[in-house]
């Protein structure tokens, strides 16, 4: 069986590997971008990510910016972000995982977006 690919976003080289390290022992594969313009980029070759896992404070482009592009160009990717910062009326907070987590509520927020529709 194929593993679902996941990418995730974070401008913190540390938070990157934690968290792909988190879900590849889940079973995911797992890609690691540092900022949105390499993220598309990665999203226009491989095309197969089922979800991306994004930081909402990201150089360039905000992850907000980047959910948004994603929807449009790659419509069947799901997304999800992970901020510290409060959240505000324009963050979905379903699909929202809320710095400091434990790596156990990230795989079960993975897993939940994954299964939603």
């Known amino acids: 069986m194929k593993k679902?690919?996941?990418?995730v976003v974070d401008d913190?080289?540390?938070m990157r590997y934690m968290c792909k390290s988190a879900?590849?022992?889940?079973g995911y594969g797992?890609?690691?971008s540092g900022n949105a313009q390499e993220a598309l980029e990665l999203l226009e070759k491989?095309?197969?990510y089922e979800l991306v896992l994004t930081d909402l404070n990201l150089p360039g482009r905000s992850g907000l910016e980047l959910i948004s592009e994603i929807r449009k160009k790659h419509?069947?990717?799901k997304t999800l972000l992970m901020t510290g910062a409060l959240f505000?009326?324009?963050i979905d907070k379903e699909n929202c995982l809320h710095k400091p987590f434990l790596f156990t509520q990230l795989v079960l927020k993975i897993k939940e977006r994954l299964s939603s529709p």
């Open 4 to 7: 679902k690919r996941i990418l």
């Open 12 to 14: 913190e080289e540390g």
């Open 23 to 26: 879900l590849e022992r889940a």
């Open 30 to 32: 797992v890609d690691v």
């Open 46 to 48: 491989e095309k197969d």
């Open 75 to 77: 419509p069947r990717c």
């Open 88 to 90: 505000g009326n324009s």
